[in-house]
Nanobody, 119 residues
Framework: QVRLVESGGGSVHAGGSLRLSCVAS????????MAWLRQQPGKARERVALIVSDGTTEYADSVKGRFTISLGNAKNTQYLQMNTLKPDDTATYYC?????????????WGQGTQVTVSS
């Protein structure tokens, strides 16, 4: 069982930046992918950004141009650089990973990290 541990959440003012990290207990081989999703109270979990092991990325329209997903050198770490944060970005952010990337379907999930953006 792969464990995912997120860090980097916190509280910032609108326009600020945060960088989320997610470390997997083991590197995933093959065409794996890692992603960030988020959930606001009372709402469904929504996609934020996804990165495939070959470097291909996908972003939700709401974060394009503001958020950047990347992989660490060890390939078991991913990052989400979040710039120009808005109050609507307030949510619990979850790290997810899949051994074989087939869209937004994941085998493993982190516990989540809270991001709060005040106006």
């Amino acid at each position: 069982q792969v464990r995912l541990v997120e860090s980097g959440g916190g509280s910032v003012h609108a326009g600020g930046s945060l960088r989320l990290s997610c470390v997997a207990s083991e590197a995933l081989s093959g065409r794996s992918c890692m992603a960030w999703l988020r959930q606001q109270p009372g709402k469904a979990r929504e996609r934020v950004a996804l990165i495939v092991s070959d470097g291909t990325t996908e972003y939700a329209d709401s974060v394009k141009g503001r958020f950047t997903i990347s992989l660490g050198n060890a390939k078991n770490t991913q990052y989400l650089q979040m710039n120009t944060l808005k109050p609507d970005d307030t949510a619990t952010y979850y790290c997810a990973a899949a051994r074989s990337c087939v869209g937004w379907y994941f085998d493993y999930w982190g516990q989540g990290t809270q991001v709060t953006v005040s106006s």
